[in-house]
């Protein structure tokens, strides 16, 4: 038995978990799509062997929605250490303005949990409320196009990117709302666990496609999963689990059931990529993802499965696979 015949029968992880608490901050009139797509996300992550553990937090025991719907919420905030998200769901901006009714308490915990180590979120209007907590001074973020204007004019130093999904830095995630917050919390999984786990959640919610943030609101971790072939399934299961390992494509083949120029002739179909191309997609997105909580590109390029930063360098330059490197697996 081939050692990828092995690690798929084992069903082996090449992420270590981290998952923790996932606190979602609710104001009055919050939309719920904004909270519900990202708390289907972390719950069925949950169900699939995940330990987040979801908590609802406001300032009044009862939360009215845009929607009608009530939310009961606790006044209680969990202690929280680096590995927790907190969550700020947008609200009709109409019914507070774009500021948002986030209090003094609510903006001091997010600035002290990004302070501590710990990443938060905000979706739609949300992303005001991290803008007066001081978490977007210098950062770039971006939030609903019908208000990003808004958010720019208000915040000068924050780098409002306008028409996109969502943006990451340095543990502040911005996303433009509405159904966007699902795929920013499939990222999130995505960088936490692997692109693997975040492709089952998407599957499991029938999610057609995994958007990445760089998508006009029309990321990092568009996965070319929207085919329907099965080898090719398979074999980005096993390219996810362990993008930082050698994977010969004889053995990927096999644990795969093809041949190896059929696998190879599938998955230029399926996703426009060879084997060693995707996986590149996957290294350099991980490594994008490590640099932004302070790697050095060396550290990144050798955690990630490259043997040097050199390669590195020239993918992220070049914003791309390297198409020499993808004639490789051809």
Same mark, same amino acid.
């Given at each position: ?43 069925? /992550? ?69 302070? /501590? ?91 057609? /496609? ?88 060396? /550290? ?31």
């Amino acid at each position: 038995m081939s050692r990828v015949d092995r690690q798929l029968q084992l069903g082996a992880s090449g992420a270590a978990p981290r998952p923790g608490a996932v606190v979602f901050l609710l104001v009055p009139q919050l939309h719920l799509l904004d909270l519900a797509g990202p708390a289907q996300v972390f719950s069925t /992550a949950a169900d699939l062997g995940y330990d987040y553990r979801l908590h609802y937090v406001a300032a009044t025991p009862e939360v009215p929605t845009v929607q009608g719907v009530s939310l009961r919420a606790t006044l209680d905030w969990p202690a929280l250490d680096r590995d927790d998200l907190v969550v700020v769901p947008g609200w009709r901006v109409s019914a507070h303005g774009p500021a948002g009714p986030v209090g003094p308490d609510g903006l001091r915990r997010l600035a002290d949990h990004h302070a /501590a180590g710990g990443t938060v979120a905000s979706v739609c209007a949300g992303a005001f409320a991290l803008a007066r907590a001081g978490l977007l001074d210098g950062r770039r973020c971006t939030t609903h196009h019908d208000v990003q204007d808004e958010l720019a004019r208000r915040h000068p130093a924050a780098r409002v990117v306008r028409d996109v999904l969502y943006v990451v830095d340095d543990r502040v995630v911005s996303s433009a709302g509405i159904a966007s917050g699902i795929d920013v919390a499939l990222h999130l999984i995505a960088t936490r666990h692997g692109p693997a786990v975040a492709a089952r959640i998407a599957r499991t919610l029938v999610v057609y /496609a995994r958007r990445n943030g760089h998508e006009q609101q029309a990321s990092a971790m568009m996965r070319h999963r929207s085919h329907l072939s099965d080898a090719v399934h398979r074999a980005q299961d096993l390219i996810d689990a362990h993008y930082a390992e050698p994977l010969p494509l004889a053995e990927l083949a096999a644990a795969c059931g093809v041949a190896e120029r059929t696998l190879s002739r599938l998955f230029r179909q399926a996703t426009g990529l060879t084997p060693l191309g995707y996986q590149q997609l996957l290294r350099v997105e991980r490594a994008e993802h490590l640099i932004g909580h302070g790697t050095t590109v060396e /550290a990144a390029a050798r955690t990630v499965g490259f043997t040097d930063a050199r390669m590195l360098r020239r993918l992220r330059a070049r914003g791309r696979p390297d198409p020499a490197a993808l004639r490789l697996a051809g």
